[in-house]
């Protein structure tokens, strides 16, 4: 937990300089303003001032501006997006969830000479703790007991790393989900404050102009929400697959360790001795 708090407080501080750099950059593509000496020619303010003034519009910082408070809840998922998915990226590496090391060991374990020795190979779960571990120690404890009750107890403790492993793909999944509805409904939003204040433009106005406008920065937050949701949604079918893979191979493992303890059945039990 302390982990990917630190985590997001690092990625929420990255994201705020960047912010600050980027506003940086968009105040100086506006350009220079004109000195007071350059404003008493309106022809000359004229030449300076309009191109910048159609740059600025387009300028994406100041759509995010002007989403509103809208944005606040979309730049928090955005933060969360990035935050879970580095976090991912180092929980569900190899060596975190079935390290090579332990599958060597046990591989040896079996080829030694004497058979595979049960104690030995929870000695070794022990000294390489994962995901792939916890499952082959659930199959070790059931040494002696029918085959029925160790595959039962192998595809439990399977489920429950796996569910462990889900926990935090699920926020990837939640905000995947909800950024597009809280984008729009900022949208519903803007649009309902433009045609309102529409309705109160002064006679002789050009009512489209500014109905136009209005709707187009409302827009600003359903194009943030997909921008924040679509790779929440990439990122959270990506994980999932990779943890599918893993536990693939979990399984095969186990199953591979069958043969070796069928011997055993009805003939040796561990008890908490043999365990530490």
Same mark, same amino acid.
């Given at each position: 937990?302390?982990?990917?708090?630190?985590?997001?407080?690092?990625?929420?501080?990255?994201?705020?300089?960047?912010?600050?750099?980027?506003?940086?950059?968009?105040?100086?593509?506006?350009?220079?303003?004109?000195?007071?000496?350059?404003?008493?020619?309106?022809?000359?303010?004229?030449?300076?001032?309009?191109?910048?003034?159609?740059?600025?519009?387009?300028?994406?910082?100041?759509?995010?501006?002007?989403?509103?408070w809208f944005m606040v809840p979309l730049l928090a998922l955005s933060m969360l997006v990035v935050t879970m998915t580095i976090e991912r990226m180092i929980g569900l590496r190899r060596s975190k969830?079935?390290?090579?090391?332990?599958?060597?060991?046990?591989?040896?374990?079996?080829?030694?000479?004497?058979?595979?020795?049960?104690?030995?190979?929870?000695?070794?779960?022990?000294?390489?703790?994962?995901?792939?571990?916890?499952?082959?120690?659930?199959?070790?404890?059931?040494?002696?007991?029918?085959?029925?009750?160790?595959?039962?107890?192998?595809?439990?403790?399977?489920?429950?790393?796996?569910?462990?492993?889900?926990?935090?793909?699920?926020?990837?999944?939640? $905000? /995947?989900?909800?950024?597009? !509805?809280? &984008? %729009?409904?900022?949208?519903?939003?803007?649009? =309902?404050? *433009?045609? #309102?204040?529409?309705?109160?433009?002064?006679?002789?106005?050009?009512?489209?102009?500014?109905?136009?406008?209005?709707?187009? $920065? /409302?827009?600003?937050?359903? !194009?943030? &929400? %997909?921008?924040?949701?679509?790779?929440?949604? =990439?990122? *959270?079918? #990506?994980?999932?697959?990779?943890?599918?893979?893993?536990?693939?191979?979990?399984?095969?493992?186990?199953?591979?360790?069958?043969?070796?303890?069928?011997?055993?059945?009805?003939?040796?039990?561990?008890?908490?001795?043999?365990?530490?």
């Amino acid at each position: 937990m302390n982990r990917w708090i630190r985590l997001f407080v690092f990625v929420t501080l990255a994201s705020l300089i960047t912010s600050d750099a980027l506003s940086g950059l968009a105040q100086e593509s506006v350009g220079p303003q004109p000195s007071s000496d350059i404003r008493s020619n309106p022809e000359t303010v004229e030449e300076l001032v309009v191109t910048p003034m159609v740059a600025a519009d387009l300028n994406l910082l100041n759509l995010l501006v002007q989403g509103g408070w809208f944005m606040v809840p979309l730049l928090a998922l955005s933060m969360l997006v990035v935050t879970m998915t580095i976090e991912r990226m180092i929980g569900l590496r190899r060596s975190k969830v079935l390290p090579p090391i332990l599958v060597r060991e046990l591989a040896d374990l079996g080829r030694a000479e004497g058979g595979f020795d049960p104690r030995a190979a929870y000695r070794i779960c022990q000294t390489f703790p994962s995901a792939g571990s916890k499952v082959i120690q659930a199959l070790l404890t059931k040494v002696g007991r029918p085959q029925s009750e160790v595959e039962h107890s192998v595809a439990e403790a399977s489920q429950r790393e796996a569910e462990k492993l889900h926990n935090n793909v699920r926020w990837l999944n939640m $905000t /995947a989900q909800i950024a597009p !509805l809280i &984008g %729009l409904l900022g949208t519903v939003w803007g649009m =309902i404050q *433009a045609f #309102y204040d529409t309705t109160q433009l002064d006679p002789g106005r050009n009512k489209s102009e500014a109905l136009a406008e209005g709707i187009y $920065t /409302a827009l600003v937050t359903t !194009l943030v &929400g %997909l921008i924040v949701a679509i790779p929440a949604a =990439i990122a *959270a079918h #990506y994980f999932e697959s990779k943890i599918i893979r893993l536990f693939h191979q979990i399984d095969e493992m186990s199953f591979n360790l069958f043969p070796q303890i069928e011997r055993f059945e009805g003939k040796v039990r561990f008890s908490h001795q043999d365990r530490d």
